[in-house]
C-alpha cells in the first residue's frame, strides 16, 4: 500500500512494522534498528543472506557517540561536508549497542544521514534509527519511485511511503573511516573519487580491504533481461542489426538507433544516475527481448555508475 501519511509511517515503525522509505538516492526498506523482528523481517522479503550488512539511517543531528567508539579526522570532515546526503561512512562500532543482525556480526557500523524532504523530518521524529537497505529483491535493480517497491517486492500489504522520484538514482557512495590513516572507498556513488580528494588530499587507502560490500559480488542490479553492455559504438551497431528487437540505451539513440525502441541518455554522470535503473525498469517492462546499452567513459566521475553496470550485465 502506497501512503503519504506521515504521522501512520511513524506509529508502524514504532511497532516494529517495515515501511519503504523514500532517500535522495533510491528507496530504502526501513525498521526499527533496535528492533529485532523488524530486522528479520527485512533480510526475508528481499531474500538477502545475513551476511551482508545494514546501514543504519539516521537524522543529521543525530549523536553518533550511541553508536560510533572512534570518529577520525577524515570522518569529521565528511560529514561536515556532505550530510546529510548520499555518503555513507563506515565507523569503528561501539560493542553490544546494535542488534549483531544489523552489521553481520562485524566490529564496524555504515551510517548514513540522508538528505530527502519526507525522510529527514522522519528521522527526526523517531527516537531510534532506522536500518535500510535497498527496498527491492537482493541483486536486483534498486527502486526509485513507490511504484518499483511494489513492484519489485511483490509484497501487495508492504507499506512504502511515498516521496516521489529519488532525486539522485543510485546508491549512495561507501567510505570506510575506521582507520586512523586514511579512507578507502567501499562503494563508488555520486560523490566521486576526486570530490572526496579535493577535501582530503592524500589520503586514500589503496589496500585491498576485507569487509563485504556489494560491489565485490559477481553479479547484483541486475534488469529481468539480458543486459548488453557496448564500448565501442560500431560493435554496438553490429550487434544491434543482429538483433533488431533490442531495447537501447545510448548516447545516440535519436540519430544511430533510430529505428529501435528505447530512450536516449544524456551523457551527464548525474543525469544518467538520475535515468539509470529507472530507464532499465522500463526496459524490463517493454516487449524487447534484451538490452543494449552504451557504456559511458571510463573516468573518475563515471565510476559509479560503470561499477554497477559491471554488475548488471555483460560487457562487449
Ligand atoms: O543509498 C543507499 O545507501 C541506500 C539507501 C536506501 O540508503 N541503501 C543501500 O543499502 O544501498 P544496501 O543494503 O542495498 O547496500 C549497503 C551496503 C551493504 O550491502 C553492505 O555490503 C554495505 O553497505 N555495508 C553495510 N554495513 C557495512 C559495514 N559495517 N562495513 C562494510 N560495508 C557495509
Ligand atoms: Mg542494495
Given at each position: 500500500?502506497?501512503?503519504?501519511?506521515?504521522?501512520?509511517?511513524?506509529?508502524?515503525?514504532?511497532?516494529?512494522?517495515?515501511?519503504?522509505?523514500?532517500?535522495?538516492?533510491?528507496?530504502?526498506?526501513?525498521?526499527?534498528?533496535l528492533?529485532?523482528?523488524?530486522i528479520?523481517?527485512?533480510?526475508?522479503?528481499?531474500?538477502?543472506?545475513?551476511?551482508?550488512?545494514?546501514i543504519?539511517?539516521?537524522?543529521?543531528?543525530?549523536?553518533?557517540?550511541?553508536?560510533?567508539?572512534?570518529?577520525?579526522?577524515?570522518?569529521?570532515?565528511?560529514?561536515?561536508a556532505?550530510w546529510?546526503?548520499?555518503?555513507?561512512?563506515?565507523?569503528?562500532?561501539?560493542?553490544?549497542?546494535?542488534?549483531?543482525?544489523?552489521?553481520?556480526?562485524?566490529?564496524?557500523?555504515?551510517?548514513?544521514?540522508?538528505?530527502?524532504?519526507?525522510?529527514?523530518?522522519?528521522?527526526?521524529?523517531?527516537?531510534?534509527?532506522?536500518?535500510?537497505?535497498?527496498?527491492?529483491?537482493?541483486?536486483k535493480i534498486?527502486?526509485?519511485?513507490?511504484?518499483?517497491?511494489?513492484?519489485?517486492?511483490?509484497?501487495?500489504?508492504?507499506?512504502?511511503?511515498?516521496?516521489?522520484?529519488?532525486?539522485?538514482?543510485?546508491?549512495?557512495?561507501?567510505?570506510?573511516?575506521?582507520?586512523?590513516?586514511?579512507?578507502?572507498?567501499?562503494?563508488?556513488?555520486?560523490?566521486?573519487?576526486?570530490?572526496?580528494?579535493?577535501?582530503?588530499?592524500?589520503?586514500?587507502?589503496?589496500?585491498?580491504?576485507?569487509?563485504?560490500?556489494?560491489?565485490?559480488?559477481?553479479?547484483?542490479?541486475?534488469?529481468?533481461?539480458?543486459?548488453?553492455?557496448?564500448?565501442?559504438?560500431?560493435?554496438?551497431?553490429?550487434?544491434?542489426?543482429?538483433?533488431?528487437?533490442?531495447?537501447?540505451?545510448?548516447?545516440?539513440?535519436?540519430?544511430?538507433?533510430?529505428?529501435?525502441?528505447?530512450?536516449?541518455?544524456?551523457?551527464?554522470?548525474?543525469?544518467?544516475?538520475?535515468?539509470?535503473?529507472?530507464?532499465?525498469?522500463?526496459?524490463?517492462?517493454?516487449?524487447?527481448?534484451?538490452?543494449?546499452?552504451?557504456?559511458?567513459?571510463?573516468?573518475?566521475?563515471?565510476?559509479g555508475?560503470?561499477?554497477?553496470?559491471?554488475?548488471?550485465?555483460?560487457?562487449?
Amino acid at each position: 500500500m502506497i501512503t503519504t501519511d506521515l504521522q501512520y509511517v511513524i506509529k508502524q515503525l514504532t511497532r516494529g512494522e517495515i515501511v519503504a522509505i523514500p532517500t535522495e538516492t533510491v528507496y530504502g526498506l526501513a525498521g526499527n534498528a533496535l528492533h529485532e523482528v523488524a530486522i528479520k523481517k527485512i533480510y526475508a522479503l528481499k531474500n538477502r543472506p545475513l551476511t551482508h550488512p545494514l546501514i543504519l539511517h539516521i537524522a543529521p543531528d543525530a549523536d553518533l557517540s550511541s553508536w560510533v567508539s572512534y570518529i577520525s579526522k577524515e570522518a569529521q570532515t565528511l560529514m561536515d561536508a556532505f550530510w546529510p546526503g548520499p555518503l555513507t561512512l563506515v565507523f569503528p562500532c561501539k560493542p553490544g549497542c546494535l542488534p549483531s543482525l544489523v552489521n553481520a556480526g562485524q566490529n564496524t557500523v555504515a551510517i548514513r544521514a540522508p538528505h530527502h524532504p519526507v525522510t529527514t523530518p522522519l528521522l527526526q521524529q523517531l527516537d531510534f534509527p532506522l536500518v535500510a537497505p535497498s527496498a527491492n529483491l537482493f541483486g536486483k535493480i534498486s527502486p526509485t519511485t513507490a511504484e518499483h517497491v511494489t513492484h519489485g517486492l511483490k509484497d501487495p500489504s508492504l507499506l512504502v511511503l511515498d516521496g516521489g522520484r529519488c532525486p539522485i538514482g543510485i546508491e549512495s557512495t561507501i567510505i570506510d573511516v575506521s582507520q586512523p590513516t586514511g579512507y578507502q572507498i567501499l562503494r563508488h556513488g555520486i560523490i566521486d573519487e576526486e570530490a572526496l580528494n579535493t577535501l582530503l588530499p592524500n589520503r586514500l587507502l589503496q589496500t585491498a580491504n576485507s569487509v563485504r560490500v556489494p560491489g565485490k559480488l559477481p553479479v547484483h542490479y541486475q534488469p529481468e533481461k539480458p543486459l548488453h553492455c557496448f564500448s565501442s559504438s560500431e560493435s554496438m551497431q553490429v550487434f544491434c542489426k543482429q538483433n533488431p528487437q533490442a531495447y537501447i540505451l545510448s548516447f545516440q539513440k535519436k540519430t544511430q538507433f533510430a529505428n529501435y525502441a528505447g530512450v536516449e541518455l544524456i551523457c551527464d554522470p548525474q543525469a544518467l544516475a538520475y535515468a539509470l535503473y529507472y530507464e532499465l525498469r522500463r526496459a524490463d517492462e517493454s516487449n524487447a527481448p534484451l538490452i543494449v546499452l552504451e557504456l559511458p567513459p571510463d573516468t573518475i566521475a563515471w565510476a559509479g555508475i560503470r561499477d554497477r553496470l559491471k554488475k548488471a550485465g555483460s560487457w562487449h
